[in-house]
């Protein structure tokens, strides 16, 4: 009698997107032993370029509902996915803690009350005592930063992530097409995946992780999904000035909803994702560095060495991420606008499921 895995590997599934939610399903569906072709016209130009990597899974502060039941199945999950990963990149990990600041005192309370309710030994409340809040205090030239730390959430490098999963992709030999898909179509009980140069290629299963792309593929009249876009952009500033230090501040933290990831001690990282558009405004400097009532001197002496953006996805009238198995063999799986690396793996594993259902 033949395995399950052998059953698999007749079945061939075809994943439109290459971000990370996309190179994650694929992931998955390999290591369960089903043929994969992943299809998309620029890999390194999707929205997943534009993220950070901060993992916001322990401190998220709803902990109930369809979100924090994914939240918390991948922050079981990624220790698992990180050693198996590790056989490609060694140096790939999370790094740990993260931080969760604000100079809100009435957000603060909220803060403080999140920690005392949850009796987590893993969440803390900083106070301004805390040599993490005296030096970010000093370096951002401020008296009122204070907040909570989570020492089992943390940050993983995107960039590292991407490069690692590409790797494992080229170890598998998995079909990578550098085309646009144009339309989909049910033929015979197997899908049709028409590509802009009108080549067909035939799978038993489609799974659309190519943000708002994606509905342009499905009849949207029928499934009534609305995606809007959400920019997602980051700076890498430049510091020429000894008065600060960089690297007395903690690896990754975030303040007032501006996320920052000091580099080197004259180098920082600042990152967000906040606006409805599809491009990004003159004055990226000041909107991303504009998250305290009065910026440090040499922050707003630093130059912009890079920048970066991406345009991601958010479910319009519905929770984010939309992840539905739309009608015989078609699964939608993205509008991932702010946690895609989060929830890759809890999303990667229901996808699994979905597929092993509809074809076993």
């Keep these: 009698m033949k395995s399950l895995k052998e059953n698999f590997q ?5 994943i439109v997107g290459s971000g990370i939610i996309g190179k994650f399903n694929a992931l998955e569906l390999l290591e369960l032993g089903f043929h994969v072709t992943i299809i998309d016209p620029a890999q390194h130009q999707n929205s997943s370029n534009a993220a950070l990597g901060l993992l916001m899974g322990n401190m998220y502060q709803k902990r109930r509902g369809r979100s924090w039941d994914l ?33 809100n005192e009435e957000k603060f309370k909220k803060l403080e009350k ?46 590292s992530l991407l490069q690692t999963l590409d790797k494992y992709l080229k170890h598998k030999k998995v079909n990578y097409l550098r085309e646009k898909i144009i339309k989909i179509r049910k033929s015979n009980n197997q899908w049709i995946s028409t590509t802009r140069n009108n080549e067909n ?24 999904i609305k995606l809007k876009p959400v920019l997602g952009q980051a700076i890498e500033i430049e510091i020429n000035d000894a008065e600060v230090d960089l690297l007395s501040l903690p690896k990754q933290f975030n303040i007032n909803g501006k996320n920052i990831i000091p580099k080197s001690n004259n180098k920082l990282i600042i990152g967000s994702t906040d606006e409805y558009s599809t491009k990004p405004e003159e004055n990226t400097f000041e909107k991303l560095t504009n998250f305290l009532d009065k910026r440090p001197n040499w922050l707003m002496r630093g130059k912009i060495a890079k920048k970066w953006y991406g345009i991601r996805s958010r479910p319009d009238g519905e929770p984010s991420p939309i992840m539905k198995n739309l009608e015989n063999g078609v699964i939608i799986c993205t509008g991932f606008y702010k946690n895609g690396i989060l929830l890759a793996p809890a999303c990667s594993k229901w996808v699994a499921n979905e597929i092993k259902n509809y074809l076993y």
Excluded at 129 to 153: E, H, L, V
Excluded at 204 to 209: E, P, Q, S
């Design 114 to 159: 999140f920690v005392y309710e949850n009796n987590d030994k893993n969440l803390q409340i900083l106070e301004k005592d805390s040599i993490f809040i005296t030096n970010i205090n000093k370096a951002f030239q401020a008296k009122n930063i204070k907040g909570m730390i989570s020492f089992k959430d943390g940050r993983i490098n995107p960039f």
């Design 71 to 103: 939240r918390k199945q991948s922050i079981e999950l990624w220790p698992q996915w990180i050693t198996f990963l590790q056989k490609f990149n060694y140096e790939l990990n999370i790094d740990k803690p993260l931080i969760q600041l604000t100079t």
């Design 201 to 224: 290629i035939k799978s038993d299963m489609v799974i659309l992780c190519n943000s708002l792309k994606a509905i342009e593929l499905i009849d949207n009249l029928s499934h009534n």
């Design 10 to 14: 007749k079945a061939h599934i075809v």
